[in-house]
């Protein structure tokens, strides 16, 4: 069951999305090849971008960022929509979800219909929902992949890999385990370093498909937890891998 959003705020529990392709999705799981997708999210991030078909047109794609109160995911839409603007909240139906550069993405094609919900709906706000969710490992792999959320783990291995002896990092949940790719820079580089085998961390970034039943953390944001924190967790470790 899934809530669906209705005027002034009211919402209704409604069956799930294999029950009924009319209603409402979610946007926590939504999986490459699936179609006939119908949501009411808001539009964090539009930009608009002009390219040359393979006939050598000109075409205006429309590319950015939508969320609900489950997740956010990126989109496409190949025509120019005026309701796809930053901060608005939107009826999509009839879209599709491709996977692009790892990530589930969904694609508003020109059958997709695209509409403005009343204004007085009680829909999260923009700020509310730039903030990235936490989500547990076992969780995310069942979605096949994540976009910006926040996972807690600690690292169990690190070995090194390709031609550049790159550290390559294991960060496990207690639910499941992905690889994962830091990319902080300057002093936050050097900081990296010091994750070690055992360190729990906070990472936020988005997990994308790697190859067959691999996965990838591309961390934006690494954080050591604190000392007290630590403490506990390293217990917490040690019980589980010794």
């Known amino acids: ?29 939504l999986k490459q090849g699936e179609s006939e997708i ?26 950015g960022i939508i969320a609900d109160y489950t997740a956010k995911i990126p989109f496409i839409s190949w025509e120019e929509r005026t309701q796809l603007v930053k901060d608005k909240v939107v009826q999509i139906e009839n879209a599709y979800v491709k996977r692009w550069k790892g990530l589930a993405t ?20 923009w700020a509310e929902l730039m903030r990235p969710k936490k989500r547990t490992i076992e969780e995310i792999i069942g979605c096949e992949g994540a976009f910006d959320v926040i996972v807690e783990g ?28 830091l990319r902080e820079k300057g002093k936050e580089k050097e ?17 994308v498909i790697a190859g067959k039943n691999s996965y990838v953390l591309i961390a934006e944001k ?21």
């Open 191 to 207: 900081e990296k370093e010091s994750i070690l085998f055992g360190t729990p961390v906070k990472t936020r970034g988005n997990v």
């Open 38 to 63: 119908n949501s009411a999210c808001r539009v964090l991030e539009a930009s608009r971008k002009e390219i040359k078909t393979k006939e050598g047109e000109k075409k205006v794609v429309l590319n």
């Open 154 to 181: 600690d690292i169990v291995s690190i070995s090194l890999s390709g031609k550049e002896n790159r550290r390559r990092r294991v960060l496990d949940d207690g639910t499941g385990a992905v690889f994962v790719e």
């Open 106 to 125: 969904l694609y508003i094609g020109k059958n997709a219909r695209v509409s403005e919900i009343d204004k007085d709906i009680d829909f999260p706000s």
């Open 1 to 29: 069951m899934q809530r669906e959003y209705k005027k002034h705020g009211f919402f209704s529990f409604v069956p799930s999305p294999s029950d009924s392709g009319s209603r409402n999705r979610e946007l926590w799981c």
């Open 222 to 242: 690494v954080k050591v937890k604190g000392e007290g924190m630590i403490i506990e967790e390293m217990k917490n470790f040690l019980c589980r891998y010794t």
